[in-house]
């Protein structure tokens, strides 16, 4: 059995489905670029929180990560998306 067999085969027994994204139709192809767009938001909204942590932190808990308070101060005043 050649390797494309084996593939077709793997797929028709309920193996993972890996369809190219042209292979998609419509529908298909728009829930993957919703997904896409829902994680990029997500990281974005991650980093922000992250950013206003570090402007919470005290000077001694600045200390202990090794970031001073104006680094902090400037890294959290950067907007979401940078």
């Given at each position: 059995m050649d390797t494309i067999e084996t593939i077709r085969y793997a797929r028709a027994a309920g193996g993972a489905q890996t369809e190219p994204l042209a292979h998609r139709g419509f529908v298909g192809r728009f829930v993957v670029v919703l997904r896409s767009i829902a994680r990029q938001i997500d990281r974005m909204l991650e980093r922000?929180?992250?950013r206003l942590a570090l402007l919470e932190m005290t000077?001694?808990?600045?200390?202990?990560?090794?970031?001073?308070?104006?680094?902090?101060?400037?890294?959290?005043?950067?907007?979401?998306?940078?």
């Open positions: 922000r929180r992250g000077d001694e808990q600045l200390k202990d990560i090794g970031v001073s308070r104006c680094d902090a101060h400037r890294e959290g005043i950067r907007a979401f998306w940078e």
